[in-house]
């Protein structure tokens, strides 16, 4: 099933997701070496690192609910991706409260403003996983034409419109 939401061929989901989720997870991993090295800078970078993961989780999740709403009600596809919403949602809430903990002095932040950062990390693994089970197992976001000789989705035709010969095509554009 394609996505709804695509540029230059693309899902804009699958594109935006690579950012709240290496911003959230560096945040975490920074607040580990903050603690590890007791240095103030770490810990500050985090809270940045938080604030802009939570602000770009929240414009991939405007997409995400584009495609989601494209899936059939009824479909195994729906149900994980309503899982997928949700548990991508606990960790936009979690990292959200722990920036807020941390806001006062983010040089120094509290025993449960980590708390809420680490259990989201926990979250957006489940998150992840639940992702690519929409796309590596129940094809959703997926070109309707995709398959291991399909030509480039900036080419015309489109993917969907080449055989699945593997034969090279006079139009195709690599």
Same mark, same amino acid.
């Given at each position: 099933m394609e996505s709804k939401a695509k540029f230059l061929g693309h899902s804009i989901h699958k594109m935006l997701v690579a950012f709240p989720l290496g911003l959230l997870a560096t945040?975490?991993? @920074?607040d580990? &070496? $903050?603690?590890?090295?007791?240095?103030? /800078?770490w810990f500050h970078a985090a809270f940045?690192?938080?604030? &802009? $993961?939570?602000l770009s989780g929240l414009v991939a999740a405007v997409f995400g609910l584009i495609d989601w709403l494209a899936i059939p009600s009824g479909t195994r596809a729906n149900a994980v991706g309503l899982r997928h919403a949700l548990a991508n949602s606990a960790v936009l809430?979690? @990292?959200?409260?722990s920036w807020f903990l941390r806001r006062g002095g983010p040089e120094a932040p509290g025993t &449960?403003? /980590?708390a809420f950062s680490f259990v989201g990390v926990t @979250?957006?693994?489940v998150g992840a996983w639940l992702g690519g089970e929409l796309a590596d197992r129940?094809?959703? $976001? &997926? !070109? !309707?034409g995709a398959h291991l000789n399909a030509a480039s989705s900036l080419s015309i035709?489109?993917?969907a419109e080449i055989p699945r010969t593997g034969k090279a095509s006079a139009k195709r554009i690599a």
């Open positions: 945040a975490a991993l @920074f580990v &070496v $903050g603690l590890w090295k007791a240095h103030p /800078f940045w690192m938080i604030a &802009v $993961g939570v809430i979690l @990292f959200a409260i &449960v403003a /980590f @979250f957006s693994l129940l094809g959703v $976001g &997926v !070109d !309707d035709p489109r993917a």
